[in-house]
């Protein structure tokens, strides 16, 4: 910006002459600049509030379009002895389930040795399940020492232990070795087998102390130099009086088709548990009511995005895109499916009414009526018949899709207005270098103009001081 002051030589206020000219410039365009701003920034807003109307309203729709939400089932006895679950697969009807026994895990216990004592040398495998493992023992090596080995090693070859936890009970006679199986169930029953470094594998001397092998068929080949703590058992319940299940834990998967049970606790000899399985098709009237409250609200929205009259016009009044949503909306919900068995299902035909505003309502009752009729119609209105012919739910998705999408139609119009918003300060960046070239153009005029000025005024100063001192002139007195 150029230096401005006050003009010594014609006496005008440059700086303010100069201030009004570029201020009668940059007035009528900031003014048109802040309401193309102020008009593509509203339209931004109006069309950002129906993408988040129509994408809630395509949401709530997907409930209704996810095969597994349909034909659940609810089940009923879950109590202190056990806890159930169900899938779609359960069909309904009523069971008695007894607890007869809990899944337990094996638990061993050594004889008592002196914390000091060495336990015999040679190799100990213990084997849990599909787990086996081996250690090395030396001469010297106490039951501390094989407490360690077994949890942490090492182990012959690449075995490793994943099956059986070892620790020390120490009571008056003295230490006690309990190795205790990771998993419940008969198949997890711990088996010790030893080669003693004393030849003899199965005595009550050295390693073989420490020896428990009950595989063989034949109960005289047994080796029981351990105390059996806890037997390995199985889970067991009686299904009806006379259906035994057994189990490694205790869970039951899919005893019942589509139930899952797991047992807590054993029941008396007289007491048992009742289970009920019944049809929960909640869904259906849940993602209904959902899918009209979101509706309602995007109604509510466009009316007032697009509303015109005596109190004012709605910032997309008017609007092409506006009214074709709404349009496509309206004609979808009215949409007709053809079925399987011949017959077609519609919103309407569901319970879901239109008042003369548009605003929509569910009639449960109908709703029911219909469910209760055939819920495998409902649902193939919704999901259609298999995975290639799409029901209601997609068609709806792919409408809404078309508007919602990035590179939808309603995102397209934000990113071209966001285009021209942002060209705007372009255009500001742009016009304020024109004023500062305008004002140092007008100081400049401005200020040359002052200096003519002053140079003619002091031309006129000389030539009147030559005149007043030319001979014969008579100078008037004051």
Do not use: W
Request: aromatic residues 4%.
């Amino acid at each position: 910006m150029a230096i401005s002051f006050n003009g010594l030589g014609s006496g005008l206020a440059v700086s303010d002459i100069v201030d009004a000219l570029v201020n009668a410039e940059r007035t009528p365009f900031t003014s048109r600049l802040n309401k193309r701003e102020a008009t593509l920034t509203t339209d931004i807003s109006a069309a950002g509030a129906l993408k988040s109307a129509l994408e809630k309203l395509q949401t709530s729709m997907e409930a209704l379009g996810d095969v597994e939400n349909y034909q659940r089932r609810s089940i009923s006895g879950g109590d202190d002895f056990l806890s159930v679950e169900s899938d779609k697969d359960a069909q309904p009807g009523g069971y008695n389930v007894k607890v007869d026994a809990l899944a337990q895990a094996h638990k061993l216990s050594s004889p008592a040795f002196a914390a000091d004592e060495p336990i015999g040398s040679g190799v100990i495998t213990i084997s849990s399940g599909e787990n086996s493992f081996s250690t090395v023992l030396s001469p010297t090596n106490t039951l501390e020492d094989l407490r360690d080995q077994i949890n942490n090693g090492p182990f012959t070859g690449t075995d490793s232990n994943d099956s059986v936890t070892a620790t020390i009970v120490t009571t008056d006679a003295g230490q006690h070795l309990v190795l205790t199986s990771k998993e419940t169930g008969e198949e997890n029953a711990i088996s010790i087998t030893v080669q003693d470094g004393d030849g003899n594998n199965s005595d009550t001397g050295g390693l073989s102390r420490l020896a428990y092998d009950v595989s063989d068929a034949d109960p005289a080949n047994h080796v029981t130099n351990l105390t059996e703590v806890d037997a390995a058992q199985n889970a067991q319940i009686t299904i009806d009086g006379t259906l035994t299940v057994t189990s490694n834990t205790n869970e039951f998967k899919n005893v019942i088709d589509g139930v899952d049970i797991t047992a807590k606790k054993a029941h008396g000899t007289d007491d048992d548990s009742s289970l009920k399985v019944t049809e929960n098709n909640s869904n259906i009237k849940a993602g209904l009511n959902s899918f009209i409250e979101s509706y309602n609200e995007l109604l509510e929205l466009s009316k007032n995005l697009g509303r015109s009259g005596e109190d004012g016009a709605g910032v997309m009044a008017g609007d092409s895109m506006l009214r074709g949503v709404m349009s496509k909306l309206r004609q979808q919900l009215t949409n007709e499916v053809g079925l399987s068995d011949g017959s077609s299902l519609s919103l309407s035909k569901l319970g879901v009414e239109a008042d003369r505003y548009g605003k929509l309502t569910l009639d449960a009752e109908r709703l029911d009526e219909q469910v209760k009729a055939d819920v495998d119609l409902v649902q193939e209105f919704f999901l259609g018949d298999d995975e290639d012919e799409g029901g209601f739910a997609q068609s709806f998705d792919e409408l809404m899709s078309f508007y919602t999408d990035s590179d939808g139609i309603v995102q397209n119009r934000i990113d071209s207005k966001q285009t021209q918003l942002d060209g705007l300060d372009d255009e500001r960046i742009d016009f304020a270098r024109k004023m500062e070239s305008l004002e140092s153009r007008l100081y400049a005029q401005y200020n040359s103009m002052d200096l003519l000025v002053a140079q003619l005024n002091s031309t006129s100063s000389y030539v009147q001081a030559q005149l007043d001192n030319m001979p014969g002139v008579v100078k008037k007195s004051n």
